[in-house]
């Protein structure tokens, strides 16, 4: 329904969806492959565990788990969706994965498109899906976050093997008759581009006399995570006390913050900046790891599932990361 007086339609979340490798990779097993132990990742990450998808297995097959189970948590079929976004970093395709998964699915009606924002791309994708349902456009859109770091994961560097695991989350966003979606904000900074990559390589190849082109390849995962760290901890909590602010909302009203499962000390950091009680900022870092564009919805899901939100709530979805990259949005929950 579109707004009288904005000429906007109004965005609800009416379903939530998650899927996870069956593979569980422990900080023990870890301590087997580099020098590393439990209490050396736990102390610094919180994590203890994550999942890992294994040899043949597929990250489309995944997506469209999540993507399955929100369609059927909101009541819709896949031929209801008139878009579908991935946010991924790690497609199958270096083309782009959502159109895999959209015939996976069987979403026959839906344009379907990937973006590419690493850890920050679920809110990214959300605020981009927003605006094609405010418009009028579309009226249901499925937006999905889907990564496996593992396979760019350097398994002799214990300062990134450490952290990141393979998920996938979705969740159902469709035009409706009250507001849901309050607002958000959404930020990239070049200038740390090169603290949280994974570059593209090239070598030279010969074609004929005095021509040559170039052969690509990417390389693992390099981090500076003092750094991005320190762009975590002072960059989100800022940008969300701005949205927030700028909706005359405190931070003590919002019921759950569902951030981007990086580190346990950065979720610490971020409710100790906001002056909220911790059990507020949700988390299961320690049983996933960072899953990169899948960690928020596969903790939003985690508190949908279990009642921990009434309709009305107020929710702040964060997401930061490579870029370097951040945004906050926050919404009334059952009225997204």
Known sequence: MIDKDTKLAFVQLTGVGKAI?????????????????DEWISSRTGIKQRRVLAPGQSLTKLA???AHNALQQAGRSALDVDLLILATSTPEDLFGGATRVQQELGAARAVAFD????????????????????????QTVLVIG??????????????????????????????AATPGLIGFELRSD??????????????????TTGIAASRAHFSTLAMNGSQVYRF??????????????????????????????????????????????????????????NTSSASIPLVLEEWS????????DLIVLAGFG??????????RWGRF
């Open 21 to 37: 490798p069956d593979q569980v990779l422990t900080n023990d097993h870890l301590a087997t492959l580099v020098a590393t132990s």
């Open 64 to 66: 469209t788990i999540a």
């Open 115 to 138: 973006l590419t924002a690493a850890c920050s791309g679920f809110i990214f994708a959300l605020a981009t899906a927003s605006q094609y349902i405010q418009t009028g456009k579309y």
């Open 146 to 175: 889907a990564d496996a770091l593992s396979r760019w994961t350097d398994w002799t560097d214990r300062t990134t093997c450490v952290l990141f695991g393979d998920a996938a989350g979705a969740v159902v966003l469709e035009s």
């Open 190 to 207: 070049g200038i740390g581009s090169e603290d949280l990559a994974i570059a593209s390589q090239t070598e030279p190849i010969p074609l």
């Open 232 to 289: 975590a901890v002072a960059a989100v909590p800022d940008l969300i006390q701005k949205t927030l602010l700028q909706h005359d909302i405190s931070p003590e009203q919002v019921k759950g913050y569902f951030l981007h499962q990086a580190n346990q000390r950065i979720l610490d950091a971020v409710a100790q900046r906001l002056n909220i009680p911790s059990e507020r900022v949700a988390t299961n870092v320690a049983r996933y790891g």
């Open 305 to 312: 599932s279990s009642d921990r939100l009434q309709p009305e």
């Open 322 to 331: 490579a870029g370097l990259s951040w945004g906050a949005m926050v919404a």
